[in-house]
Nanobody, 124 residues
Framework: QVELVESGGGLVQAGGSLRLSCAAS????????MGWFRQAPGKEREFLAT????????RYVDFVEGRFTISRDNAKNTVHLQMNSLKPEDTAVYYC?????????????????WGQGTQVTVSS
């Protein structure tokens, strides 16, 4: 497993933007497929985006396509989620996750390392 720490969450008005970051420990970050998920109180954790090991391929859930962008910087052991045009329904705790397996995974069960989460609150 790899240690993951999210940052960049906060309070923003509808229509605003936030850039989340996830810092990973270790020297083998480039060997992990990375993903972003979110979870609102009382709801299940849901998939948002994933990026392959090199950063050349991404996959998104339909409702964030065009608003959110996942990227990674393997030299700095970080993955980012740029979120634009935020809506109140985007309010949730956002988590980054990692898996050593190869693929663009969309299920929570496909990832074996998780960060502690960062709160994103979008006001109307």
């Amino acid at each position: 497993q790899v240690e993951l720490v999210e940052s960049g969450g906060g309070l923003v008005q509808a229509g605003g933007s936030l850039r989340l970051s996830c810092a990973a420990s270790g020297r083998t970050f480039s060997n992990y497929v990375m993903g972003w998920f979110r979870q609102a109180p009382g709801k299940e954790r849901e998939f948002l985006a994933t990026v392959n090991r090199s950063g050349s391929n991404t996959r998104y859930v339909d409702f964030v396509e065009g608003r959110f962008t996942i990227s990674r910087d393997n030299a700095k052991n970080t993955v980012h989620l740029q979120m634009n045009s935020l809506k109140p329904e985007d309010t949730a705790v956002y988590y980054c996750a990692a898996t050593p397996r190869i693929g663009l995974f969309t299920r929570t069960r496909d990832y074996n390392s998780w960060g502690q989460g960062t709160q994103v609150t979008v006001s109307s």
